[in-house]
């Protein structure tokens, strides 16, 4: 699969959801709604996030590139394989918990394992896991970029939040890396291919269902 035909797909899929990304911080600077725009660290599953487009997305692409002639060697392993990457999320925060790493120690260490989790994923679909490791650059290097703006401007958004029990980071640049940087390019991005993997193999499995 080439490099052109990956952009083909994920340019308006990039452009829709720089545009949710950037409808939620007008709601957060804005005070809106905090079931729609939360403004707690995480984001507390808020109903305006780019992360339900994940599945979305990762459907559309899966069952287009069937079409086109791309499906997964095995769709029972690629469904297999995103369901235990899923279910490394826990285990990789309680092994880092349980081997006693600082709060900022555990983050780093959690999203480089998660990056290594998304790459053996990845194998079981490569034509989609490529698809949705772009889409997953496009949809997350703007939010690393408005983590860092946040952080400086001291906005009062989710963006500049990290999780409860880490100690305070300076300068702001060091605070962006660990809870902006890595996190987005490192746990957000393979999470995209990997929960996009599973739910477009699922997909395809009940499109072939249905077609035979």
Known sequence: MSSAEVRSLVLVPGFVTLAVT????????????ERFFSRAAGGAFALVGIVWLVPVFGILFGLRLAREGHP????????????????????????????????VGQVLAFCFGYAVVGIFVAKAW??????LFAYGLLARIPVAVIMLIAILANWGTHYELGR??????????LKWFVIGLVPQLGLWVSF???????????AHAIASRRAA
């Open 22 to 33: 950037l409808l939620r911080l007008t709601g957060e600077l804005l005070h809106w709604s």
């Open 72 to 103: 997964p060697a095995r769709t029972g392993r690629a469904i297999l394989s995103g369901l235990l990457g899923v279910a490394a999320i826990p285990l990789l925060v309680m092994l880092w918990a349980r081997l006693g790493l600082p709060p």
């Open 126 to 131: 490569p034509a989609l896991a490529k698809t």
């Open 164 to 173: 409860p029990d880490l100690p305070p980071l300076e300068p702001p640049l």
């Open 192 to 202: 995209t291919v990997i929960v996009g993997i599973l739910f477009g193999a699922i």
